[in-house]
């Protein structure tokens, strides 16, 4: 099989390259699935750099997530051959002809699902469900202000916070990815980079800020984000897209009786917890009844991926790259 394989970290211009690999054999609960779809995410780029919490070993493929069908089984596989399936491999691997699945982090896709739509949607949707519904306990009627509100998960987070009933803030870097919030149903749009964020956070909430706080970005804008936040409000961590890592004062926790949530999705899948499954059903009924739509900014050929990490990297995307036979 040919994979986009790199040998050594660093940047996916200079390490990435199209190459011929040995095929998987699937182990214990696995299978191995020919790639349909995959779709790029913000972490390839870190994983590709070394940079990123899990590390495969070396020479390794990024693509964290992949739509399929099943070619091989292995003992205790939940699937069988000719299965139409999708995947998250959180060391990478769906950037190939053929990559791995788990038991536990893998689905059976619906035919009304496409293979983009399927390759598009488990991570970045998992991610703002999980953050939005089993950490945040986002309420109707609350107020829901969003980083990085025209990324993958920024988007995915839009669309389940108006479909949970909350008033949400877009907070995006120019205007094009503001209107594209817009589109997807966010009631408000603060461009972070000509507005002064605190200020229309409290001018948009009547002076209480936001319930709820979804934060994929973390950098510098941390520092006016953590003024943004109402009494009993929830914070969510997402990541830090924005490069740093920042902190928060305790008395800041203590006087605004608040809640500092992590979220890291790909551990459920990781523990073997069942719930990621049964939200992957929601997602699929959600789509039926178009209540959500995964934002697919461009599709590309497998030929083209580098190009798709070079659109992720230089913050011109909105939604989701999808690579695709
Ligand atoms: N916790 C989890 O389980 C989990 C799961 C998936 C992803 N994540 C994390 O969530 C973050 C976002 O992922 P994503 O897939 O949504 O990424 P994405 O599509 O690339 O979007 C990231 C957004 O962050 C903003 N941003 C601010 N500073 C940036 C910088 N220096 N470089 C790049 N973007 C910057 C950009 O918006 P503006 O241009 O408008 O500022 C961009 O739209 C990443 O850190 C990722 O690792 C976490």
Redesign the pocket.
């Known amino acids: 099989m040919h994979a986009w394989q790199f040998d050594h970290y660093g940047h996916y211009g200079e390490t990435l390259h199209w190459t011929e690999r040995v095929a998987p054999v699937p182990g214990e609960h696995q299978a191995v699935v020919r790639t349909a779809a995959m779709s790029l995410?913000?972490?390839d780029l870190?994983i590709i750099q070394g940079k990123y919490q899990h590390k495969a070993p070396l020479p390794a493929v990024p693509g964290v997530e992949g739509a399929g069908i099943v070619e091989a089984v292995g003992r205790d596989s939940k699937f069988k051959i000719g299965d139409r399936v999708v995947g998250f491999t959180h060391a990478g691997g769906t950037l190939a002809d053929l990559f791995v699945v788990h038991n536990n982090s893998a689905w059976t896709v619906p035919p009304h699902v496409t293979d983009e739509q399927a390759a598009a949607l488990s991570?970045?949707y998992g991610?703002s469900y999980f953050g939005l519904e089993c950490r945040a306990h986002l309420q109707a009627g609350e107020t829901l202000l969003v980083?990085?509100?025209?990324?993958?998960?920024?988007l995915a987070a839009i669309q389940l916070g108006k479909l949970m009933g909350a008033t949400v803030i877009a907070c995006?870097?120019?205007q094009v990815?503001l209107d594209i919030c817009k589109r997807e149903g966010a009631d408000h749009g603060i461009n972070?980079k000509t507005e002064d964020l605190v200020e229309r956070v409290k001018a948009l909430t009547n002076g209480n800020g936001a319930d709820v706080i979804y934060d994929?970005?973390g950098?510098e804008i941390f520092d006016q984000v953590k003024r943004c936040i109402a009494w009993g409000g929830r914070l969510v961590v997402?990541?830090?897209?924005?490069?740093k890592i920042p902190s928060i004062e305790l008395n800041r926790i203590l006087l605004k009786n608040m809640s500092v949530l992590g979220?890291?999705?790909?551990q459920y899948l990781d523990r073997g917890m069942p719930e990621p499954g049964q939200a992957q059903l929601k997602f699929y009924d959600w789509l039926a009844k178009r209540q959500i739509n995964p934002v697919i900014y461009r599709t590309l050929p497998f030929s083209e991926a580098k190009e798709g990490l070079r659109l992720?990297e230089s913050?011109q995307?909105?939604g989701k790259v999808v690579i695709k036979r």
Not at 238 to 243: L, N, S, W
């Open positions: 995410n913000f972490p870190l991570v970045v991610t980083l990085g509100a025209a990324g993958g998960v920024g995006a870097g120019d990815k972070y994929p970005v950098g997402i990541g830090f897209a924005g490069g979220l890291a999705w790909g992720i913050r995307v909105y």
